[in-house]
């Protein structure tokens, strides 16, 4: 199939554009686990897309609900207005939520429910009588998307460091990785609750009263797949209430599925103030981000304003979008409908001991998996950090399978539709890569 006549005017995101465009992979179709690639192969997809299709590819019932959608209303305002759509599937996840939650707030990518999230903290403080707390916490490490808010309280320093001083006001935990103590465990490290008390040492730094939130992936992917030690996240959470600060749960990865419950905080037991998601809550077919919100968050904002007071002066043209809301609630039947969530989780052993079969390869120095999330990290080659992970990346690409690899961290997260023997397939290709790779 011809590529494109010009590829230079796409200038794309997190990519290397003249690497890119010097050999470049498209995709142009997609079905079920696979995608076609442009020279026509299948290639069994490895990482949900970019964790989000985790119902797989061209699912009809979904398919059909956007189809039907785009043809009875294709867009309705959500300012002063609304579509019955983004009521229902508002009142589901509701539903579906962490007992205690009470509004959701839609918003167009994760990156969005990231800033609507941190918004909605510093706006609840206010409006509590607690002003004075405007400070963020993050963590090192964590990816919160690309808006300002995002980057200044994530800690990947490639996607803080070209844009100057970003947010003040913020600061970050120290990062839970530790392969001394941790490496190829499965599940959860055993090792490391106690740095959750690293919000302890901020909170001395800074005083509780200037702290409105804290932010965290709870299982964190886009670093190169960091699962959270036993007790950590509870831990978190107990100083979070010991000192009035709000816990975010940032599952724009890890909610509908992938940890094996409709959200991380589910499997953790582990209840935040505030979760964004995003990617898999349409399963990828339509862009949306949400904020789910703990009760209470929205009435404290709401009872010291008149009623015809906007509560939050917040929100975005495609808040809510007619066919984001119909893909969504089409993909949260078909996660239920098919079980998927309880699917991922009967699959979980069987990931694992597909993947720390690949212990014994080369370059191998860590493997850590959690549900259907798998981190393979890699030695980096010498004076040469990512050239690994990129040549493990395009072989597989080759092989036909699509993988994700942060610089020399190979990052798993199949659809959750994924087949054994198409696990065994991604874990044997990976296995015969590695050992030929330099
Ligand atoms: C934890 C987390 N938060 C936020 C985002 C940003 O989402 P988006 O790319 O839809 O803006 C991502 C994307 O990978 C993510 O992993």
């Known amino acids: 199939m011809k590529i494109a006549n010009n590829l230079s005017p796409f200038w794309m995101p997190f990519t290397a554009n003249r690497q890119y465009k010097a050999s470049p992979r498209l995709l142009v179709a997609a079905k079920g686990n696979h995608y076609t690639s442009h020279d026509g192969r299948q290639v069994l997809d490895g990482t949900a897309g970019l964790w989000c299709c985790n119902a797989g590819h061209g699912d009809p019932r979904i398919v059909s609900a956007i189809q039907q959608q785009a043809a009875v209303l294709d867009y309705a305002p ?8 983004a009521f229902e599937l508002a009142a589901r996840l509701v539903q579906a939520a962490p007992e205690g939650f009470g509004n959701v707030f839609f918003c167009g990518s994760g990156s969005e429910a990231v800033d609507s999230a941190l918004k909605i903290a510093l706006a609840y403080q206010r ?46 935990m120290r990062h839970t990785h530790d392969l001394e103590r941790n490496a190829f465990s499965r599940g959860l490290p055993r090792y490391g609750a106690e740095l959750a008390d690293d919000l302890e040492r901020l909170v001395t730094l800074h005083d509780a ?11 964190a992917g886009s670093t190169g797949v960091l699962v959270p030690p036993q007790g950590y996240l509870r831990r978190l959470r107990e100083i979070c209430d010991r000192h009035g600060i709000l ?14 419950s409709m959200f991380a905080a589910d499997r953790f037991g582990v209840t935040p103030d505030l979760i964004t998601t995003a990617k898999a809550i349409t399963s990828g077919t339509v862009p949306m981000g949400a904020v789910l919100a703990r009760a209470g968050l929205f009435e404290a904002m ?13 929100g975005y043209t495609y808040s809510a979008h007619p066919l984001a809301c119909a893909a969504a609630l089409a993909t949260l039947d078909v996660y239920r409908d098919d079980g998927l969530f309880e699917r991922a989780s009967a699959l979980e052993d069987h990931w694992q001991e597909a993947l720390h ?9 860590d493997i850590r998996n959690l549900g259907l999330i798998g981190g393979i990290e890699l030695a980096p080659r010498p004076g040469a950090p990512g050239a690994r992970g990129y040549e493990l990346f395009t072989r597989c690409y080759e092989a036909g399978v699509l993988i994700r690899v942060t610089g020399d961290i190979v990052a798993l997260s199949p ?3 994924i087949e054994p023997d198409e696990i065994d397939l991604i874990a044997e290709t990976l296995g015969r890569e590695l050992s030929t790779l330099s």
């Open 302 to 314: 709401a009872q010291n304003q008149p009623e015809n007071a906007i509560e939050l002066a917040h």
């Open 357 to 365: 079969a690949l212990a014994v390869k080369p370059h191998v120095a």
């Open 247 to 260: 816990l975010i749960f940032d599952e724009v990865i890890t909610a509908f599925g992938r940890v094996g």
């Open 127 to 172: 409006s509590i009588g607690q002003g004075g707390r405007t400070r963020l916490i993050g963590r090192e490490r964590g990816y919160h998307g690309v808006g300002f808010g995002g980057i200044s309280v994530g800690g990947i320093v490639g996607n803080r460091k070209q844009f100057g001083p970003l947010l003040t006001g913020v600061d970050h």
């Open 415 to 417: 659809p959750l539709t």
């Open 209 to 219: 009263s200037t702290i409105a939130a804290v932010i965290v992936e709870p299982v």
């Open 78 to 85: 959500s300012f002063q207005m609304g579509h019955p759509a």
